[in-house]
């Protein structure tokens, strides 16, 4: 599993929309930051973030499908974006 420690400084915009309040935590599976989505001034939500490893073993893809498959259920989070990025 890949966490080579992705770090987004407070204030770092990410994929031009959500702005970093705060991190949040980390572990084997990546970062968790507190963001605000710049689209909807005042939405706070979490971001996270795992590096790219090569062998493409990365938790949050399956975690993302997952969480699709889940969409609109009771007592789910909803998943509102998920992406891939050169280094995350």
Do not use: H
Request: glycine content about 12%.
């Amino acid at each position: 599993m890949g966490n080579d420690a992705i770090a987004f400084a407070n204030g770092k915009v990410v994929c031009g929309r959500w702005k970093v309040l705060a991190r949040l935590g980390a572990g084997g599976c990546g970062s968790v930051y507190k963001v605000e989505d710049l689209q909807r001034k005042g939405y706070i939500a979490a971001l996270k973030a795992e590096a790219i490893v090569e062998d493409d073993s990365g938790v949050l893809k399956l975690e993302a499908a997952v969480l699709k498959k889940l969409a609109n259920r009771k007592n789910v989070i909803r998943l509102l974006m998920a992406g891939k990025r050169s280094k995350y």
